[in-house]
């Protein structure tokens, strides 16, 4: 059982994302727009951080591991701006798709770092991966002669970001404790974000005045804080590549978000696209307690 504790917060992890874009929804329907949600998202995290900080840690926070903190930051930032802009040319399930190529990126990235190759199980867990996201994401209909090619780029962009998000938590910066990691990721993330998203809502009253603080609580909370704290945690444990696989439960709970709170319908077969993910997501970790019980009995 100790031994899934850190799957298992990346899995949690991966669940907050997955609630962010039926959020973004429901700040739209409130007038507001996708990149105003967004950039509140990190400035509002970044409160959060600086708050947890202060009150949790007595001593000033030590600087380390400058160009990991750095990449943390700037891979959180960028995934969601681009993410944005793939949403721009495409159907959101179809860029949904595209995100979730950061499944097999996440692999390959690990496997090239490490020096391996994957292991069945891995292959296996993947194809089931991409099987259950076309399913889940509803696109079997979708005409993709009409997409536009800068929709595939920007796409492609998202999973890649994603996938260096993931990879750069992989790495411990020593001598530094989660929560100050959590700090300085943050304030990078805010930095980046303020060159490619819309500063403006902190002074021209949209933040405050106007509201958006509102979404922006619960999107800097899932979008930022918890799942930073986790996946520093967890994902140097776990590795960048079995990590990519766990994060895919961000789909299912994204499609379970938006049927309970923006009232969309789930079809059978986004029912069996859920089913065969969660299937994909947890067989390498079952071979794995297999094979490790075989060994402790043999």
């Known amino acids: 059982m100790k031994n899934m504790i850190y799957p298992l917060l990346i899995v949690f992890a991966a669940s907050c994302y997955g609630i962010l874009s039926t959020i973004i929804k429901l700040a739209i329907q409130d007038g507001f727009t996708a990149s105003q949600a967004v950039t509140s998202q990190y400035y509002v995290g970044l409160f959060i951080a600086i708050v947890l900080f202060l009150i949790f840690k007595k001593s000033k926070p030590q600087w380390g591991g400058g160009k990991t903190l750095i990449f943390a930051g ?14 721009e040319y495409m159907p959101a399930s179809l860029a949904v798709v ?31 991966l991409f099987t259950g996201t076309i399913l889940a994401a509803g696109v079997i209909d979708v005409d993709l002669s009409v997409i536009p090619w800068q929709g595939w780029a920007w796409g492609m962009a998202s999973a890649i970001s994603f996938s260096s998000f993931v990879m750069v938590n ?4 020593e001598g530094m404790d989660t929560l100050t990691r959590l700090l300085f990721t943050s304030i990078f993330a805010a930095f980046f974000i303020t060159l490619f998203q819309n500063p403006e809502i902190v002074w021209d009253g949209t933040l405050f005045g106007e509201g958006l603080w509102k979404y922006g609580l619960i999107l800097g909370l899932f979008g930022i804080v ?14 960048a590549g079995m990590s990519s696989i766990l994060s895919a439960m961000e789909l299912p709970v994204a499609i379970i978000a938006s049927m309970l709170l923006l009232g969309e319908r789930l079809t059978a077969l986004q029912f069996l696209g859920i089913a065969i993910i969660l299937i994909g997501m947890t067989f390498p970790t079952i071979m794995q307690q297999l094979k490790l019980k075989k060994r402790q009995q043999t």
Do not use: H
């Open 98 to 128: 595209m995100l979730f190529q950061f499944t097999w990126i996440g692999m390959l990235f690990d496997c090239i770092a490490n020096r391996r190759f994957p292991t069945r199980p891995e292959l296996f867990s993947l194809i089931l």
């Open 226 to 239: 918890v799942p930073i704290y986790l996946f520093s945690i967890a994902v140097p444990k776990v590795g």
């Open 74 to 87: 700037l891979f959180t930032a960028t995934t969601g701006t681009v993410y944005g802009q793939a949403v």
């Open 170 to 173: 992989s790495k411990q910066v």
